[in-house]
């Protein structure tokens, strides 16, 4: 049996900008070592296209907000650095990893772990499994730095990276994170999502 902390983990949030395919307004990272939750890191970026409505009533940025920030291109080698870990962290992922993927081109997709799937598998009697009311429940919001507000990146990657800590720390090992079966897996390392 594997401890969790073995691995390095990036915890993610991307907001876009209401389009489909959404593109990247902000994005951040925050690094999960040892079991221990780091700084993280955000980074606003102007899209390609304006920012929808919808997605302004969602997380409040408008393209006057990102007026000034730079393209995706000027912060990509950043990212890159940031996203530099065994396994990447988000809230129903596949979302945030179809943009990154997106915007990244060539960047290898490291080992996933949904904390939405998670939810729902190691706290099946849990009810509702929305970030919102999983941050409740585990009062996970307690002591956040100053401004930061759901439906952000910095915000939702913060959270996500508590939520995941405590389900790992509740699952204690890689394999039932993993969700592989008593006596091993098949050698192939999953992709929860």
């Not at 949030?13 to 593109?23: A, K, L, R």
């Not at 221990?36 to 970026?45: C, F, K, N, Q």
């Amino acid at each position: 049996m594997t401890d969790w902390t073995r691995l390095t983990y990036v915890a993610v949030d991307v907001e876009g900008n209401g389009h489909q395919p959404p593109d990247l307004v902000e994005l951040a990272a925050v690094p999960i070592v040892g079991g221990i939750i780091g700084e993280s890191a955000t980074w606003l970026v102007q899209p390609d296209q304006p920012i929808k409505h919808l997605a302004t009533r969602i997380h409040g940025m408008t393209d006057r907000y990102v007026a000034d920030a730079p393209p995706f291109a000027a912060v990509e080698d950043e990212v890159l650095v940031a996203l530099e870990a065994d396994a990447l962290v988000a809230h129903n992922a596949h979302v945030d990893v179809s943009v990154l993927e997106r915007k990244l081109g060539a960047w290898k997709t490291p080992e996933v772990f949904d904390t939405l799937k998670l939810a729902r598998r190691l706290l099946p009697h849990g009810g509702s499994f929305r970030l919102g009311t999983l941050v409740e429940k585990f009062k996970l919001a307690e002591g956040l730095p100053d401004g930061l507000t759901p439906h952000r990146a910095g915000y939702d990657a913060l959270v996500a990276a508590r939520l995941f800590v405590r389900l790992a720390s509740d699952a204690t090992t890689l394999e039932t994170l993993r969700g592989d079966p008593p006596g091993g897996s098949n050698g192939e390392a999953s992709t929860l999502f």
